[in-house]
């Protein structure tokens, strides 16, 4: 495997929030006034999630995952489940490196209350199975995991949906009105909503066998294809 070995990075958005890049992946730590909300735990080879949420907050702390890739679910064996949506369990059991890992059901529309601040779950399969995405509409923030970003999103392999992703990307169109700003788990940080559309576009012009195929930058066994400002190994 890979080294990935910059130590993690933890950057403070504000008293009540925090985002940890490890090595090119984004996890959050949101503390709430009752218990602390943990979004995914990197590759796990540079350091420690849980130990640095440990650091951030005294209160108890609830893990959720985006999706059960290897770049969101390395320190997930540290805490004592992982809550995800029951559409990626069966994918997580075939990619954490714990032996009986723990897991958790969030459904569609199930509330998150961490004291003071909420986040509603969204159903957005398509990159897996059981993406979700985090909706906070007090604060209008859209946690978006691997969904939406500015990076170049991985749609290769045997838990993607091109089909499921675009429709998956029309719903979060619809709910457009109730945030103002995305935390993606990659690339640029944050990013506006209207990144959404983009990537839609993008990804139709790839279902429709639109765009030409490039040579990866990195060795991935996929091609590149770019659309206009987003783009995908598929
Ligand atoms: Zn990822």
Redesign the pocket.
Known sequence: MQERNQPLEVIKIDEQTFRIEDNG?RSFVFIGKERALVVDTGFGEAGSVRQIAAKLTDKPVMLVITHA?G??IGGAGAFETAWMHPAEMAYYYTRSSVKNPSVSPLWEGDVIDIGGRRFEVIHIPGHTPGSIALLDRENRILVSG?TVSEACI?MFGPARNLTAYLASLEKLIKLQGAFDVIYP??GTFPIPPEQIETVRKAALSLAAGALPPQEPPIPVPAQMYAGDGASFYF
């Open positions: 992946v890739d770049d969101h691997d991985y788990s990659h």
